[in-house]
């Protein structure tokens, strides 16, 4: 049975990978220093959260839950561009009690749930309702999920559409799908420009597919780019081995830049393809009681 971590098991990895990595983090950069400190191996790495999904994978939501958790805590803060911080506090600490923080942070959940409810006892054990999908995490992730789900239910040929929209939208030139059989995996072609001066093609493949995406097929895209471009990209809803990563930017070899599931939903947010932002804003009243007082 392959073992697996809870958000409570990670908060200190989290802790440690930020520490490691100079106080900030992207989603990314966070998930693989932990999966180092963890010592985890690729199957521990691939395990689906969900059965019969490929993204997030358990791994990736615990640590999404473990960052939630210490940022209510107070050691973490985040951007909306998807980095994270130390606070102050985060700087000056080392090392936390899981279990003080998973009571802290369930106490500031009941306390939130009590004033939107207006009305419960203050003193009640509800504890087994404050589990993180009363979180911003959950909510973050419900979205994701069904996204995921309307991503893997494409046609391959409406994937490759969607994914030569993401690649103009994000400032490619002369985006073609290409699509031929026989072709080593290679679903279309694109220009990047730099400084309006220098330009270079890049071939993609997009794999729209549930599961985790081996070195084989780093290999058998990087064979067949050899004497066409000086670049690689492969697009997935899944998600890529430690062995596929390490493939990519093999030493000298072409690199391929690689873009999971979680990376694709995060830049369909961002462009808003086929995903609506809307900013919710709610009114919280609190009573000073010492200004009355000074009346």
């Known amino acids: ?13 989290t802790l440690q990978a930020l520490h490691e990595l100079g106080g900030s983090a992207s989603n990314n950069e966070i998930h693989d220093k932990a999966v180092t ?14 059965t019969g999904q490929s ?27 998807g980095v994270w911080a130390l606070t102050a506090k985060g700087q000056a600490t080392t090392e936390v009690d899981p279990i003080e923080v998973d009571l802290v942070v369930k106490e ?4 939130e749930k009590k004033f939107k409810e207006g009305a419960g006892d203050a003193d009640s054990d509800d504890s087994d309702d ?16 069904r996204l995921l789900a309307t991503l ?5 040929s409406a994937f490759e559409r969607l994914c030569q929209r993401i690649l103009r939208e994000s400032g490619f030139l002369q985006v073609e799908v290409t699509g031929r059989s026989g072709d080593g995996g290679i679903d279309g072609i694109g220009v990047v420009r730099i400084g309006g001066f220098l330009s270079f093609r890049v ?21 067949a780019m050899i004497g066409r471009t ?46 609506k932002t809307e900013e919710v804003v709610t009114e919280r009243v609190t009573v000073d009681e010492e200004w009355f007082s000074g009346v």
């Open 152 to 156: 893997t239910n494409m046609h391959p």
């Open 230 to 275: 000086d670049k690689g990209l492969i697009v997935t809803t899944g998600n890529f081995t430690p062995a596929a990563v390490r493939e990519a930017t093999r030493d000298g070899a072409t690199e391929i830049d690689l873009i999971d599931g979680e990376q694709l939903m995060d830049k369909l947010k961002e462009l808003a393809l086929g995903v």
């Open 1 to 13: 049975m392959v073992k697996t971590w809870t958000g409570n098991d990670l908060l200190n990895p």
């Open 108 to 111: 500031q959940i009941r306390q």
């Open 130 to 145: 404050m589990l993180p999908e009363e979180d911003e995490s959950a909510a973050d992730g419900a979205w994701r999920d």
């Open 203 to 223: 071939l993609f493949q997009c794999k729209r597919y549930k599961g985790s995406i081996g070195a084989g097929t780093v290999r058998d895209f990087r064979g």
């Open 37 to 50: 400190i963890l010592g985890l191996s690729d199957e521990q790495i691939a395990l689906p959260h969900k």
């Open 55 to 81: 993204s997030p994978t358990k791994i990736t939501y615990e640590l999404g839950w473990a960052r939630t958790w210490l940022k209510r805590y107070g050691l973490l803060e985040n951007s909306s561009r």
